[in-house]
């Protein structure tokens, strides 16, 4: 076995470490990637580019089906599931050289192709090599967790690593969890022409705002989906093309195909912690707030860390980790600032606190400021009036924001650089917006905050008349 020494090794070549690689190494740290599977990991491969890929095809399906208000007569689309999967397939293509070995190896990125082992605590085995690293990093990322559902392992099911080698469009698929995958995965579906079954034991999106998710399901059952709650699935039988899944309460769903995607578990397996004294949590990788492991040679970022499970997560985690191991700054992570989005139609965002954590932490301090978008005159003019933005404010300043509709996914963006800069709603409300954008929303839910100060106030009123009655 050969001997290798660098400055930063680090495992796995997704969103976290390939930003780790990428920034350390241009920085002229000596570097060392490994790469068990697939460069770009999760979210090249797996994740966000092939659904948002297929999501764009399934819209462009529903935009046929809805083109009459428009003044252009629906069409029924011929969708090709399998020339949708090439299309994916094709988006793959062109984001992969982005984050190719050859392009980091131009970087000056010795990049190893196999898992990497801990044997000690500073000492990783792959590919034949022995790496002795001065600082490492876990960047390896989650698989899709598959529950012990008895009856699920004998029968076949879909994940998000193998929808996308399906080339036959499920008649009927029936998908066991409904968070964002499993809805996103849904809606496009749906608008591709299966019948669709939603299994979730809770409550559907649950994790974003109650009032807001409603906005979203509304849409998502009027598009003929089937969304069954509370309906913890219990049992799995059946065979290919013909599943059942039984819940707790007795319901069963009949279906011609199965996803599984109730959630996430960190990729730790291979790693042998033990051997680096690194501890884990049931979540994943036990770090602080700076990201470091029990291991104080060995970070954990993105996904196998275990918390905000997003790839613009693992993409801040990795500029704190450069900060921290390559300039020895203290460097800390933040979550109040962290946006996320669910890809459906309409779009659901958030970024800092929902209204009821915003309401449980600061109680009467709370205001809260609403503006529909019906009210929003490009929302009109393209008929996506269904949608609020919800921004909740303590001392004018938004400690959460959470938007429901078309767009909802760009219109965070400008919160998340408010919250981060700790900006007041006078900054947004000082913004001229171009007309008609549905970015106007934000500018006019901050105007609705200040409006009830101006607009209904009598001291305002009163020094109006004065200094009217005094002008010339
Ligand atoms: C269906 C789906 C849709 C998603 N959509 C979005 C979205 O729209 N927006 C968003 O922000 N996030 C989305 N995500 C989440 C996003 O994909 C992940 O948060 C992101 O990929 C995490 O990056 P990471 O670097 O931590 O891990 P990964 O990207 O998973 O990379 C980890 C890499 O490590 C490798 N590896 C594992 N073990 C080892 C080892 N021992 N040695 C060497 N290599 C190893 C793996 O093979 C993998 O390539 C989605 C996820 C899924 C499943």
């Known amino acids: ?109 010795r990049v190893i192709r196999d898992y990497g082992r801990f044997t000690s605590d500073r000492v990783v085995e792959a590919g034949g090599y022995r790496i002795t690293a001065r600082r490492i990093v876990i960047a390896t990322g989650s698989s899709p967790l598959v529950p012990p559902i008895p009856g699920l392992d004998a029968v076949p099911y879909l ?51 109650p009032e807001l998710a409603q906005i979203v399901l509304d849409q998502l059952r009027a598009e003929g989906i089937e969304i069954a709650e509370e309906a913890l699935a219990q049992e799995v039988r059946g065979a290919a093309g013909a599943i059942e899944v039984e819940a707790k309460d007795g319901r069963v769903f009949k279906g011609s195909h199965l ?32 990201l470091k492991t029990s291991n104080r040679r060995v970070y954990a970022i993105g996904d196998a860390a275990g918390g905000l499970q997003f790839t613009h997560v693992a993409g801040y985690h990795a500029g704190i980790v450069i900060r921290s191991a390559l300039f020895g700054l203290p460097a800390k992570t933040k979550t109040a600032h962290i ?23 600061h109680g009467d301090r709370l205001t809260v400021v609403r503006f529909e978008y019906s009210h929003n005159d490009r929302a009109i003019a393209e008929r996506k009036t269904t949608g609020l933005i919800k ?26 650089l408010v919250i981060a800069n700790g900006l007041k709603m006078s900054a947004v409300s000082n913004m001229v917006s171009p007309y008609p954008t549905i970015g106007e929303i934000n500018k006019r839910v901050a105007g609705a905050y200040f409006s009830p100060k101006l607009f209904e106030n009598d001291t305002v009123k009163k020094v109006v008349r004065l200094v009217q009655r005094w002008l010339p």
């Open 1 to 109: 076995m050969e001997n290798l020494t660098c400055d930063l090794l680090i495992l796995g070549a997704g969103s976290g470490g390939l930003s780790v690689a990428a920034g350390a190494s241009q920085m002229g740290a000596d570097v060392i990637l490994l790469e068990g599977h697939k460069m770009g990991g999760d979210c090249l491969n797996y994740g966000c580019v092939p659904s948002k890929a297929l999501i764009a095809s399934a819209k462009t399906a529903h935009a046929m089906r809805h083109a009459e208000v428009y003044g252009v007569a629906d069409a029924a689309p011929q969708v090709d599931y399998a020339a949708a999967q090439a299309h994916v397939a094709d988006v793959i293509a062109q984001i992969e050289p982005v984050d190719s070995q050859e392009r980091f190896e131009g970087f000056g990125v």
């Open 159 to 209: 994940t998000n690593e193998t929808l996308w080698d399906l080339r036959e469009r499920p008649d009927h698929l029936l998908i066991i969890g409904g968070g964002p995958i499993g809805m996103e995965m849904a809606q496009a579906h749906r608008r591709l022409g299966s019948q669709v079954t939603v299994i979730e034991g809770a409550k559907a999106l649950g994790k974003d705002d």
């Open 259 to 290: 996803l599984v995607a109730v959630g996430r578990k960190a990729n730790l397996d291979k790693l042998n912690l033990d051997a680096a004294g690194v501890e884990t949590t049931k979540a994943g990788v036990k770090v602080d707030d700076s």
């Open 339 to 361: 946006p996320w989005a669910t890809y459906t139609q309409p779009e659901l965002s958030q970024v800092g606190l929902t209204e009821a954590q915003a309401r449980e932490e």
């Open 391 to 416: 921004v909740m404010v303590v001392r004018d300043r938004p400690v959460g924001v959470s938007i429901a509709g078309h767009q909802a996914g760009e219109l965070i963006n400008l919160w998340s």
